[in-house]
Structure formats: C-alpha cells, structure tokens
C-alpha cells in the first residue's frame, strides 16, 4: 500500500489538512484538488491509486466527477458525504463510486476505508478468490458449496447469486440499484423488497445473530455493504 | 306584416288585457262592417270576423280565441243577420251557417293559438339554448369560483328574471355561499341544502315567503364528490327541469374543473417549497458540518499523532474530539426537527424488514450502547413494513441511546415486537428508574426532558423527532413505565398490503449450494 497516490478533491483547506497529514503518516502520496474540474485535470496528471471525493463540492455534483473520471479509471473511490439522509451519495454510488464516510468521521475510520478500498484495487482485475471464508462460513465457489461450522447449508439459485456478488464486492457499498441489477437482471423498483428478503435468509442462515449481523451489513436508505 | 302582427306581442301580458282584446276585435270589425253591411254579402261578413278570431288567437292564445269565437257568431247574428237587432232566427239554413261558424272559428282560433303557442316555445327554447352555450363557453374561461357564480347569476337573471346562490363546501365540509348578493339570493334551511347534497338530486321546494316562487336546490355532482349546491328561486317549475340539471352540470363541471386546478396549483407550490426547505437545510448541515468535520479530524490526529503528546494534552485533544461530534449531534437532530415540523415531508418509503433497521441502529450506535446488553426479541417473525428506513433508524437510534442513557450501567435493553391485526408494535424498554409518572405524555414535547435536573446530557429532542417521524408515517408513540419496572417506548406503524412475495425453491440435493 505505501507509496500509492491517493487525490484528494475537498474544498476545505482544514479537512485537506487533516486528511492529507493522516495519509501520509501512512506513507501514501497526497495531491490535492479544490473543484471537481481542477480534480479532473489534477487525476489526469498523477494517475491515482485512490480517489477520495467530497460530495459538496462548489462545482458541480460528484456523479458527473465519477461518470467522467470512470471513462478511464477503474481506480475506487471514496465519498465524502456531509449527512446520512443525503441521497445525493447514491447516485455517486450508482455511477461507480466504491464507498462513502459520513462526516464528521475519525482518523481510524477513514484509514480502515482506505487501505480495504487500496487492497480491492490491486486485487483486480479478476481475480477473486475460489474459496472465501468469514465468521464460520466457508464459501467454495468452484464446487458452489457454502459450509458453515463444517456443514453444508442450502442456498436457493438466487441467494447463492446474491452471495456470489457480496463476496465479489466484499468491502464496497453495493446500493440497492446495483444489487437487483446484478442479481435479479433488472433495476425495476417493484422487486426491490426482494432484495430485502433475500439478504435476509441469507443473516438468517449464515450469521449468528441476523439482528446484529457483522457481514452482511446495511447501509441504511443506500444498500449493502458485505465485510469479510 | 302579418308577422310583424304576429311577434309584436307580448305573451305573457295580464289576462284581462287578452280578453279585451278579443272583445274590442270582434267590436272593431263589426263596427267597420256595419257601414257596409248591405252591400257585403253574408259570406262576406263571415269571413272577415273568421279574420279576427285568428288575429285574435295569434295575439292572445287559445281563451281569448275561443271568445272571439262566441263573440263573433253573437254579433254576426245580433247585426248583420236579418231580422237585425235580434236574436231571432227567420231562415233556417241560418243555423246551420252559425254552426258552422262557430265551429270553423272555433278550430281555426285553437289551431293558431297552438301553433303560435310552438313557435313562441321554440323561440323562448332557442334563446335559453343560446344563453346556455355562451354560460359554457364563459364558465370553461373562468378563473375563479366567484366568476363562475357571476356568470350563472347573470344567465338566470336574464333567462328566467330568477336569483341564484351557489353554495361551494368549505375545508371543514360546511356549505357557504360564493360572493354576496345582498337580500336577493334565495335562502333556504341548511337541512334541507344537505338533504340535496346526500341524495344527489335536486330538490324543488315551495317558498314560505307565500311569492309562489320555487326553491330549485340543486346539487353540484362531480366525478369524485359533489361539490355543492346551486339554489335557484323560479316563479313555477313546469318543464324547465332539464334545463337546470343541464345548468347544474355546466356548473359542477366548472366548480370541479376550478377545484382541480387549485389541488395541481397547491401540489406545484408544496413541491417548490418542499424543495428549497430541503436544499436550505442542506446547504445549512453542509456549512455547519464542514468546520465540525475539520475540528473533529483535527482534533482526532492529534491524538492519533505520531509524535504522541503528552497525557494532558492527549486528553485535551479527545475531549475537543468528543464535543465536536455532540455538537455534530445535536445539529443534526435540530436540522431534522426543522424539516420534520416545518412543513409535509417526502418520505422514501419502501416495504422492507424492521430487523434490517434495527441491525443498521445497533450498529450505527455501536460504543454508545457499551455496558448495556441488547436483547432483540420476535422481530424475525414481523411482516414487512412499509417506511422511509433512514429515518425509522433514526427513531431506532435515539430510542436506543435514550434507554442506554437513562438506565444504570449493565441493565440490559429490549427491543420486542407484536404483529396485531392492522398494526405492528416495537418496543424499546430498559431497566432504571423509568419515566416520572406525571410525564408520560410530555416527554414527546420539544425541548422537554423526562428528568430536568438529572446529570445526563440532552436537549430533549430525541423522542419528539420519534414521535413526529412516526406520525408522519401513520403510527402512534407512547411512553409508559411497565409493572416489572424501567421504562418502555412503543410505537406502532401500519401493516398495509405488502407486496406479493413468491418464495423459492431449494434446489435438489447435490445440485449446487
């Protein structure tokens, strides 16, 4: 992870200051951009790891940034957004953002999104791993088996899909666009409280407790983060 | 100029005037006959009186006509057949002549006085129809209920010389009349106005002021509703029935038409503001949070260092860091006190599981909910519910922080659910010491808090955000202290029809996952 560039594009000077003094005592490389034109040029140039943009930006909304700079670049990128009801952010996430922190947010939190959404970016393309493992579970995706404590536990077509796509985005926000159009085919907002439901049975048959699940987490009024 | 003759009149004149009309026609001819009368022929004669009988008829209608009638045969035979100044009959066939003459004045009398009688009626049919197509065309432009009032008052007055009311209901469902007309508009019991309004037919009423004027109550019956009443006063009320429910149409269109427009004008504006509250409110959460942002980061990299501070300065930084994010707190929960109350809210509400928020709550909460153990119990087996799920974690949220605030470490929270008939209830309950008992309702208020003088921090601002989120979205919240003690917030949301769910299959055994 040391020494990945990481562009930074926020309009206040303090936030910059704080953000950049914690990235680089993580050894990562730093530059900067106030608007979302200057942040455009500014990828061009240093051809970033990472991309961290803040939603409030005076020019212009942060879906138009990721739709431009994903013409290019497939390197993720993090959202700042200013509150949790703004729903400006799952737009950003539908055109291609990876993840979000809600503001204010803590040095440890920012740098834990970082370096996962960092891990994600070198692993590709591609190549996600046969055999995955979280809690108790174990997922073997080239014999399409699921053991939890050892045992086999029966998925239905669509939530092994539903599984199969978590996985493969393990640590990235899916919002609930992305997920019904990955899994289900279609977008279709008719259908979307299946998506519930099935993430659902799959708390009820993999967690431990589906109340407080610890993998298949919400992002309430966005979609589904899975956490390996 | 026979047609002139023939229109000139007026066929609504008093009917003495009709009759003494016939009786000075008969007289007329008879006098300017009589000069002539040895040189005319009887035949003659007769058909000249035959002239006034249908003159006449045209001019007076049908009584008057039959007098000319009788008239004309009694003068005929009084003057001008012999013997002269007598009754008297001295030649036979003369009867039979009388006869005949009375009878030929007779049909001719009854048959012009019908046939001008149609005319008159087609005419009088004709302007009605004419006034009725100029009320449509001026009521399909009206801008306003008062104009449509305006427009009707004028065509009755200028139809029928009859005064009008309209009655359109206000908010509260009363009936109250549109513009002021001073003493001239028709007034009649409310009673029977919402009598009308029920049935949805009209109503014909004798006036009690003795005028023989009726009181015509007709409903305004829209597509949805009605939409009031039309009172018109008319001296009688034969056959003109189809023409106020034509009337009373054209109206309820207009009135609906209006109403229609208002509720799409009141929809357009709600929105705009709906709008630009929100688009204030966020402008304000972002300038308030972006120095918060930057204290609370600020503040947390110096604690995080390197190079590590000493404890002092350490400590100062995390109570910096710690204040920071109450601030943070309580902006938000004032920002969203501000747009729950200060107009409708638009809710993104989708049919989902209550557990999934409850989780997301839990989570979200996380170190504030330290040394309370959470117990979650018979919310797997909820229906989905209906609701806007950012903000039902919101109420998940402050009811949860609320139960670890207010009870001694350790005492654990529970969070229980019960499916009724048309309601599901959720419960947040905790040990300590509960609500105070004369409380129970206020602490829902703003900025009330259920023990003032207790050391813990607040605004009181938490449950009166649950309480306007939840009515927002149908339910109820109370507050209550349950027997084996603590307090308890339940609150319940509306089941609805959930969407249709098809389950699916398992697989057969060895076949994938």
Same mark, same amino acid.
């Given at each position: 992870?040391?020494?990945?560039?990481? $562009? $930074?594009?926020?309009?206040?000077?303090?936030?910059?200051?704080?953000?950049?003094?914690?990235?680089?005592?993580?050894?990562?490389?730093?530059?900067?951009?106030?608007?979302?034109?200057? @942040? $455009?040029?500014?990828?061009?140039?240093?051809?970033?790891?990472?991309?961290?943009?803040?939603?409030?930006?005076?020019? @212009?909304?942060?879906?138009?940034?990721?739709?431009?700079?994903?013409?290019?670049?497939?390197?993720?990128?993090?959202?700042?957004?200013?509150?949790?009801?703004?729903?400006?952010?799952? @737009?950003?996430?539908?055109?291609?953002?990876?993840?979000?922190?809600?503001?204010?947010?803590?040095?440890?939190?920012?740098?834990?999104?970082?370096?996962? $959404?960092?891990?994600?970016?070198?692993?590709?393309?591609?190549?996600?791993?046969?055999?995955?493992?979280?809690?108790?579970?174990?997922?073997?995706?080239?014999?399409?088996?699921?053991?939890?404590?050892?045992?086999?536990?029966?998925?239905?077509?669509?939530?092994?899909?539903?599984?199969?796509?978590?996985?493969?985005?393990?640590?990235?926000?899916?919002?609930?666009?992305?997920?019904?159009?990955?899994?289900?085919?279609?977008?279709?907002?008719?259908?979307?409280?299946?998506?519930?439901?099935?993430?659902?049975?799959?708390?009820?048959?993999?967690?431990?407790?589906?109340?407080?699940?610890?993998?298949?987490?919400?992002?309430?009024?966005? @979609?589904?983060?899975?956490?390996? | 100029?026979?047609?002139?003759?023939?229109?000139?009149?007026d066929p609504l004149? #008093?009917?003495?005037?009709?009759?003494?009309?016939?009786?000075?026609?008969?007289?007329?001819?008879?006098?300017?006959?009589?000069?002539?009368?040895?040189?005319?022929?009887?035949?003659?004669?007769?058909?000249?009186?035959?002239?006034?009988?249908?003159?006449?008829? &045209?001019?007076?209608?049908?009584?008057?006509?039959?007098?000319?009638?009788?008239?004309?045969?009694?003068?005929?035979?009084?003057?001008?057949?012999?013997?002269?100044?007598?009754?008297?009959?001295?030649?036979?066939?003369? &009867?039979?002549?009388?006869?005949?003459?009375?009878?030929?004045?007779?049909?001719?009398? /009854?048959?012009?006085?019908?046939?001008?009688?149609?005319?008159r009626d087609a005419a009088r049919r004709e302007r009605v129809a004419r006034g009725l197509y100029g009320l449509a065309r001026e009521l399909a432009g009206a801008m306003g209920v008062e104009q449509v009032d305006e427009s009707v008052a004028r065509f009755l007055l200028e139809q029928w010389n009859a005064p009008c009311c309209l009655l359109l209901p206000t908010a509260d469902e009363r009936l109250q009349a549109v513009g002021r007309r001073g003493g001239a508009a028709p007034v009649v019991d409310a009673g029977l106005l919402q009598q009308a309004r029920d049935a949805q037919r009209p109503l014909a009423l004798l006036a009690d002021d003795g005028s023989g004027c009726h009181r015509h109550v007709l409903p305004l019956v829209g597509t949805t509703r009605n939409r009031g009443v039309l009172v018109v006063a008319l001296p009688g009320d034969d056959g003109i029935g189809p023409l106020l429910e034509a009337l009373s149409a054209l109206v309820s269109t207009a009135v609906e038409r209006l109403h229609f427009v208002e509720v799409a004008q009141?929809?357009?504006?709600?929105?705009?503001?709906?709008?630009? *509250?929100?688009?204030?409110?966020?402008?304000?959460?972002?300038?308030? *949070?972006?120095?918060?942002?930057?204290?609370?980061?600020?503040?947390?990299?110096?604690?995080?260092? !390197?190079?590590?501070?000493?404890?002092?300065?350490?400590?100062?930084?995390?109570? %910096? *860091?710690?204040?920071?994010?109450?601030?943070?707190?309580?902006?938000?929960?004032?920002?969203?006190?501000?747009?729950?109350?200060?107009?409708?809210?638009?809710?993104?509400?989708?049919? /989902? !599981?209550?557990?999934?928020?409850?989780?997301?709550?839990?989570?979200?909460?996380?170190?504030?909910?330290?040394?309370?153990?959470?117990?979650?119990?018979?919310?797997?087996?909820?229906?989905?519910?209906?609701?806007?799920?950012?903000?039902?974690?919101?109420?998940?949220?402050?009811?949860?922080?609320?139960?670890?605030?207010?009870?001694? #470490?350790?005492?654990?929270?529970?969070?229980?659910?019960?499916?009724?008939?048309?309601?599901?209830?959720? *419960?947040?309950?905790? +040990?300590?010491?509960?609500? #105070?008992?004369?409380?129970? /309702?206020?602490?829902?208020?703003?900025?009330?808090?259920?023990?003032?003088?207790?050391?813990?921090?607040?605004?009181? %601002?938490?449950?009166?955000?649950?309480?306007?989120? %939840?009515? &927002?979205?149908?339910?109820?919240?109370?507050?209550?202290?349950?027997?084996?003690?603590? +307090?308890?917030?339940?609150?319940?949301? #509306?089941?609805?029809?959930?969407?249709?769910?098809?389950?699916?299959?398992?697989?057969?055994? +060895?076949?994938?996952?």
């Open positions: 992870m040391k020494g990945a560039t990481i $562009l $930074l594009i926020e309009d206040e000077r303090q936030i910059r200051r704080f953000v950049r003094s914690a990235l680089e005592k993580e050894g990562l490389r730093v530059s900067e951009a106030e608007t979302r034109r200057e @942040g $455009l040029v500014e990828a061009g140039r240093c051809q970033p790891e990472l991309v961290i943009l803040d939603l409030g930006l005076p020019d @212009g909304d942060g879906a138009g940034f990721v739709d431009d700079f994903r013409a290019w670049s497939a390197a993720p990128v993090l959202v700042l957004s200013a509150r949790s009801t703004d729903y400006d952010k799952i @737009g950003v996430l539908d055109a291609g953002a990876d993840d979000y922190l809600t503001k204010p947010f803590s040095i440890g939190e920012l740098l834990a999104r970082v370096r996962a $959404l960092l891990r994600r970016g070198r692993a590709r393309p591609g190549a996600e791993a046969a055999r995955v493992s979280f809690g108790d579970v174990e997922v073997d995706f080239s014999l399409r088996q699921v053991l939890r404590r050892g045992e086999a536990v029966r998925l239905t077509p669509l939530e092994y899909r539903l599984l199969a796509v978590l996985v493969a985005n393990a640590g990235k926000v899916m919002t609930h666009r992305q997920l019904l159009h990955e899994v289900w085919g279609q977008a279709t907002g008719d259908n979307s409280h299946y998506l519930r439901i099935y993430v659902g049975h799959l708390r009820h048959k993999l967690e431990d407790d589906p109340a407080q699940p610890r993998h298949f987490l919400t992002e309430t009024g966005v @979609g589904y983060r899975f956490q390996l | 100029m026979l047609s002139s003759i023939l229109l000139s009149e004149s #008093p009917p003495w005037r009709r009759y003494g009309l016939a009786v000075l026609g008969c007289g007329a001819v008879a006098a300017v006959l009589w000069p002539f009368s040895s040189q005319l022929d009887l035949p003659n004669t007769v058909m000249c009186f035959l002239l006034a009988v249908v003159v006449v008829a &045209v001019r007076a209608g049908r009584g008057p006509a039959v007098l000319a009638s009788v008239l004309s045969v009694a003068l005929f035979d009084f003057l001008f057949v012999p013997p002269r100044f007598s009754f008297e009959v001295s030649h036979a066939p003369h &009867v039979f002549t009388f006869v005949v003459m009375l009878a030929v004045s007779l049909i001719v009398g /009854q048959l012009t006085a019908g046939l001008r009688a149609q005319a009141a929809a357009q504006l709600e929105a705009v503001s709906e709008r630009l *509250r929100s688009s204030i409110l966020s402008a304000l959460s972002h300038d308030v *949070r972006t120095p918060l942002t930057a204290l609370y980061g600020l503040a947390d990299s110096l604690m995080v260092g !390197p190079p590590p501070l000493p404890d002092e300065a350490r400590d100062v930084a995390g109570a %910096i *860091r710690d204040q920071a994010l109450r601030v943070n707190g309580m902006v938000g929960n004032l920002l969203d006190m501000a747009r729950l109350q200060t107009g409708p809210v638009s809710l993104r509400k989708e049919w /989902q !599981p209550v557990e999934e928020v409850v989780g997301a709550s839990l989570k979200l909460l996380g170190g504030a909910l330290e040394g309370h153990p959470v117990r979650v119990l018979g919310l797997a087996a909820l229906p989905l519910l209906e609701f806007d799920a950012v903000l039902i974690e919101r109420v998940f949220c402050n009811l949860l922080e609320n139960a670890a605030k207010y009870s001694p #470490p350790g005492a654990p929270i529970i969070l229980s659910a019960d499916a009724g008939p048309s309601m599901v209830e959720l *419960r947040v309950s905790s +040990g300590g010491g509960g609500f #105070p008992p004369d409380k129970l /309702q206020k602490v829902f208020e703003l900025f009330e808090r259920g023990q003032a003088e207790t050391a813990v921090v607040g605004m009181g %601002i938490g449950l009166a955000i649950c309480r306007a989120i %939840i009515e &927002v979205h149908g339910g109820t919240i109370r507050a209550f202290n349950p027997p084996e003690g603590g +307090g308890c917030v339940a609150f319940c949301l #509306p089941r609805g029809t959930p969407p249709p769910v098809e389950p699916e299959a398992l697989p057969a055994d +060895g076949e994938g996952a």
